[in-house]
Nanobody, 118 residues
C-alpha cells in the first residue's frame, strides 16, 4: 500500500508561481512512476506531468515550458513547480502513483486546490 499527501495549493494571480509537494509513504519501493493530475469543475481528470523511477518525465502540451516535475528520493517526495500560471490552470491537483507491472495510476492523494485569478 502507498499513501500520498499533497500540499502547496492556494490562490495566486495570473503569471504567478506555486510549488506543489507530494509526500509518499508505505510501499514506495513498489512504485514505478508518479504523476500529477488535475480536474476542473465539469471536466475530466487529466495527466499534467509524470516521472518514472529512472527520472524520465513527460508533460501535457498545455503546461510544457511552464511546469516542472521533480522528485527528492531522500525525502520520498515529488514536486510540481508551476510557473507563469494561467486562469485555465485552476483545478484540484492530485498526486498519483503507478505500481510496477500496472498500466494505471492506482494510488491517489486527497487533492489540493489551485486557483489562478486576479
Amino acid at each position: 500500500q502507498v499513501q500520498l499527501a499533497e500540499s502547496g495549493g492556494g490562490l495566486v494571480q495570473p503569471g504567478g508561481s506555486l510549488r506543489l509537494s507530494c509526500a509518499a509513504s508505505g510501499r514506495i519501493f513498489s512504485v514505478e512512476a508518479m504523476g500529477w493530475y488535475r480536474q476542473a469543475p465539469g471536466k475530466q481528470r487529466e495527466l499534467v506531468a509524470g516521472i518514472t523511477a529512472g527520472g524520465s518525465t513527460n508533460y501535457a502540451d498545455s503546461v510544457k515550458g511552464r511546469f516542472t516535475i521533480s522528485r527528492d528520493n531522500a525525502k520520498n517526495t515529488v514536486y510540481l513547480q508551476m510557473n507563469s500560471l494561467k486562469p485555465e490552470d485552476t483545478a484540484v491537483y492530485y498526486c498519483a502513483a503507478r505500481p510496477r507491472y500496472n498500466s494505471d495510476y492506482t494510488y491517489w492523494g486527497q487533492g489540493t486546490q489551485v486557483t489562478v485569478s486576479s
